[in-house]
């Protein structure tokens, strides 16, 4: 049980220190320097990785992590239309429809004995 409790804090402090390493070009990290917040999560076992996440690792906004695009400016490609949104589509399906209509109507004009049931 203490080597798997040893083995969790170690991942742990490895999950934290890659999550400090890859905060870019800041080398102040919420009043910290970078260098003192890798000495805290490797020195200090379990709290440090603790305080670095709680304390230290900077706030994501939602607005960074929505899309790139929306910091470039560069405008979101067209989404694809649900074929019932698409007037062409619902135009061929129109017209689809309506010659199947006109040639089953023709048909049973040909042969009036055929029963209307098939």
């Known amino acids: 049980m203490v080597d798997e409790l040893a083995l969790a804090s170690l991942l742990f402090a490895v999950i934290a220190l890659i999550s400090c390493l890859s905060v870019e070009d800041k080398r102040t990290i919420r009043r910290m320097p970078r260098s003192l917040w890798v000495l805290v999560i490797l020195l200090v076992p379990l709290a440090g990785p603790i305080t670095w996440f709680l304390a230290g690792r900077p706030p ?4 960074a992590r929505t899309s790139w695009r929306a910091m470039r400016g560069s405008p979101e490609p067209p989404r694809p239309q649900a074929p019932d ?6 135009r061929s399906l129109d017209a689809h429809t309506a010659g199947a ?11 009036p004995k055929r029963p209307e049931d098939e």
């Open 101 to 111: 209509d006109d040639e089953t109507l023709r048909q049973r004009e040909e042969d």
């Open 60 to 63: 994501t906004t939602r607005a």
């Open 85 to 90: 949104d698409d007037p062409d589509f619902l």
